[in-house]
C-alpha cells in the first residue's frame, strides 16, 4: 500500500502537535505550584541536546514537522528549565505544594 505524500506529512503533523502537547500539562503544573521539584535536571538537559540534535536534523532534511514538533518541545523544556531555576531562586520549599483541587490527607 503506497501512501501519497501529503498524508505522510499530515501524519508527521499530527505527530508533532501530540508530541508538543506532551509537555504542555507539565508546564501548566509546574507554573501552577510554583515548584518544580520533581523535574529532573539531567532529564531536562538530555531532552533538549536531543531536541536541538532533531532541529538541526530537521533542517537538513527540510521536514516540517520535525522541526514543528521539536521546536515546541524545546520550547517547553526551556521553560521548565527556566522554572527550575527561578523558583529555586525564590525560595522553593523541600516539598512540592500539592496540586491544586489535591485532596489532604488528615
Not at 506532551?22 to 515548584?35: A, D, I, K
Not at 527556566?82 to 523558583?87: G, L
Amino acid at each position: 500500500m503506497l501512501l501519497s505524500p501529503n498524508l505522510i506529512t499530515n501524519i508527521g503533523l499530527l505527530a508533532a502537535v501530540l508530541s508538543a502537547l506532551t509537555f504542555f500539562p507539565q508546564v501548566l503544573h509546574t507554573w501552577q505550584t510554583r515548584s518544580a521539584n520533581g523535574l529532573s535536571g539531567p532529564t531536562l538537559a538530555v531532552g533538549a541536546s536531543s531536541m536541538i540534535l532533531w532541529l538541526i536534523y530537521g533542517t537538513y532534511q527540510h521536514n516540517i514537522p520535525i522541526l514543528l514538533g521539536n521546536a515546541v518541545n524545546l520550547f517547553f523544556t526551556l521553560l521548565l528549565v527556566f522554572f527550575k531555576h527561578h523558583f529555586r531562586q525564590l525560595g522553593e520549599p523541600a516539598l512540592p505544594p500539592p496540586a491544586p483541587g489535591a485532596v489532604k490527607n488528615t
